[in-house]
């Protein structure tokens, strides 16, 4: 929670230097899907995937200063979901959580008319009502269930990166990538991570 808790703090300071700052809204949806890895996963885990869409806004904030670096935070509503093997048990995965980056962006030309940003930060996912496998437990499906049923920590921290391209200033084509920092489940070595690619409009 330490390392939580200093990256709300620098966040916090970084939207304080820039309140000032030329800002941006941009409203996206998109899919995505999350695999699971770790020492505690299991072969079910890792080989069923979850597989969704989200939908949310961020604000863009530019350093005037400094050309085409801007401070990205976000909002996202995310809904996953799988169906295990026939006749198996758990029969459905699901997973509800809002998503929240807190991005640094790098912005330049492409061409008229179009401009491509690289970014990169962290994202914090909080879990929200239904955010378990079935029967309110999340099943590692190592050994018995009745022993291996585990919730889902409230909230987990992922380390995103990835790539947008503008179109006359209004659409915008997301791709991103979040790498798994904490565990997924309490006392067991299981991470997520996620893939995402969307479209979103900028105002």
């Known amino acids: 929670m330490k390392i939580v808790k200093i990256l709300l703090l620098s966040a916090a300071l970084l939207c304080g230097s820039i309140a000032f700052a030329q800002q941006s809204w941009n409203a996206g949806f998109g899919y995505t899907t999350t695999a699971f890895r770790g020492e505690d996963c299991s072969d079910f885990l890792i080989d069923h995937h979850l597989r969704g869409f989200y939908a949310g806004i961020s604000h863009e904030f530019y350093f005037s200063a400094l050309a085409g ?10 809904y996953q979901s799988g169906r295990n093997d026939a006749n198996a048990q758990p029969k459905y995965i699901k997973m509800h959580y809002l998503n929240m980056p807190l991005d640094v962006k ?3 030309n492409i061409t008229e008319g179009a401009t491509a940003s690289i970014f990169t930060g962290p994202e914090f996912n909080v879990g929200i009502i239904g955010n378990l496998f079935q029967d309110d437990y999340f099943y590692t499906l190592k050994g018995s269930l009745d022993t291996n049923a585990h919730r889902l920590t409230r909230v987990n921290l992922q380390w995103g990166f990835g790539a947008a391209v503008t179109i006359a200033e209004a659409v915008q ?19 997520s991570n996620t893939f995402s ?7």
Do not use: C, D, K, N
Not at 69 to 76: K, N
Not at 173 to 184: F, K, N, P, T
């Open 69 to 78: 670096l801007t401070f990205e935070p976000g909002l996202r509503f995310v």
């Open 106 to 108: 790098y912005t330049f």
């Open 173 to 191: 084509i997301r791709v991103s990538y979040a790498l798994g920092m904490s565990r997924l489940i309490p006392e067991q070595e299981i991470h």
């Open 197 to 203: 690619i969307g479209a979103g409009l900028l105002f």
